[in-house]
């Protein structure tokens, strides 16, 4: 979910058509991994007869380690290769620069449907969940 979004709000944000159909091209591939994963996760959801509360405590662990482990993993790469040559010299600088640039066009509802669809709440709980939810998702990922 966080790699398919940060991909699509990148592609949006990006004015160089080469780079923009890679990018477009790696999120449509992480997109694929997603269903890939849900795929399994349904079939193992049945055999560990795993439920709602369970799988939303391991949604809230994943996301809580989403912004801090997995952002800061590739942010760090980032700014070393960086170092010295157009970026700032420190990764939360790296860090500030790279949210400002993709808050605007960050698809925070999809994020939200995302990560809420192992849940498989009712559709019409999930409708009126996602807006509300967005909205916090985006305040709470990037600021």
Known sequence: MG??????ALCASC?????????WRI???ELRHYKHFYAYFLRYREQERLRRPQILAALVR???????????VGLR???????????PASTAQTRRRLFELVRVNYPAQLAVRMALKPLQLPP?????AIPP????ARS????
Do not use: K, S
């Open 3 to 8: 790699t398919t979004t940060y991909y699509q």
């Open 15 to 23: 004015d160089e058509p080469v780079l923009r159909d890679l990018i």
């Open 27 to 29: 999120r449509c591939d």
């Open 62 to 72: 994943r996301i809580a380690d989403m912004r801090h482990n997995d952002a800061g």
């Open 77 to 87: 790469h980032a700014a070393t290769w960086f170092a010295g040559r157009v970026a």
């Open 124 to 128: 019409g709980l999930l409708h009126r």
């Open 133 to 136: 939810l967005a909205a916090i």
């Open 140 to 143: 709470a990922i990037l600021r």
